[in-house]
């Protein structure tokens, strides 16, 4: 379903500040498959995401979805396959505009022929139904301005939005680390059950290491632009958050060093 195949990514190339952020990473990932991914502050992990997404070219290597190589293919053209949510809840939504009018924008792109301004009945009855889903409430306020949302209504907002017309892939960059713990699970739990009833090839960075063996089907670990440890199945299950500190301790020799973590 995707494929990374020896990707590598150097910034600053040829300069004493080069970094060599990607390092000869290569990782299959089946239909539906549900990747949580962990690793200390500067591991490569969003920057994995930005190669995907199209932020910026490999140095080499390739990028295949669904056996389509997109390693050159624009970032916009790349959006209409895969979803993405940040860490920020500001970003992925328009401030300014109405709750429907960000779902017009998103559900509306797939048919050139219609604008947000073509908003039928019928498709507010959808949007109305889809918020009812995210039991915040939102799906009464259709003419309020996103930016007065708090951050996890925002959240669940753009989860909404990356997965209104089901992605090819979705990746979710730390998407709960800016809320509050309460409002981080409610966040979570749709997550899951979005990603469930849609069968939706997930891939999520996070800092918690109890949300990386719960969530999901695979568990991975990076490390200087590389995969340390990728498990799943029985292996997985019966780990623990102390089991995967020491793995990484034995697998890149050093501890994690991302406070977040160690406090989770």
Same mark, same amino acid.
């Given at each position: 379903m995707l494929e990374l195949q020896n990707i590598n990514k150097i %910034? /600053? =190339? #040829? @300069?004493?500040n080069a970094k060599q952020a990607i390092n000869n990473l290569s990782l299959h990932l089946e239909p539906g498959d549900f990747?949580?991914?962990? #690793?200390?502050n500067g591991a490569g992990k969003s @920057?994995? %995401? /930005?190669?995907? $997404? #199209?932020? %910026?070219? +490999?140095?080499? $290597?390739?990028? +295949? +979805?669904? =056996?389509?190589d997109i390693t050159f293919l624009p970032e916009h053209k790349r959006a209409k396959k895969i979803g993405r949510l940040f860490q920020d809840p500001l970003r992925g939504t328009a401030p300014n505009m109405t709750i429907e009018e960000n779902l017009a924008l998103v559900y509306l792109r797939a048919n050139k022929n219609r604008s947000i301004f073509g908003i039928t009945n019928k498709d507010k009855d959808f949007f109305r139904s889809k918020l009812a889903e995210l039991n915040l409430g939102l799906e009464d306020r259709l003419k309020s301005k996103v930016g007065l949302l708090s951050g996890g209504q925002r959240q669940a907002l753009t989860l909404l939005m990356a997965t209104m017309v089901t992605p090819k892939l979705l990746l979710l960059d730390e998407h709960t680390a800016a809320l509050d713990p309460a409002t981080a699970? =409610?966040?979570l739990e749709l997550t899951n =059950?979005?990603?469930a009833t849609d069968n939706i090839t997930t891939m999520m960075i996070t800092h918690n290491i109890a949300s990386a063996l719960s969530m999901g089907n695979r568990t991975i670990m990076? /490390?200087? #632009?590389?995969?340390?440890l990728d498990i799943s199945g029985a292996e997985?299950?019966?780990s623990t958050v102390q089991d995967l500190l020491a793995l990484f301790k034995e697998k890149s020799q050093t501890a994690l060093d991302d406070d977040r973590i160690l406090l989770t």
């Open positions: %910034f /600053n =190339k #040829g @300069t004493p990747v949580s991914i962990i #690793g200390s @920057t994995v %995401f /930005n190669a995907i $997404g #199209g932020s %910026f070219w +490999l140095d080499s $290597g390739h990028i +295949l +979805l669904e =056996k389509e699970d =409610k966040v =059950k979005i990603v990076m /490390n200087n #632009g590389q995969i340390i997985r299950q019966k």
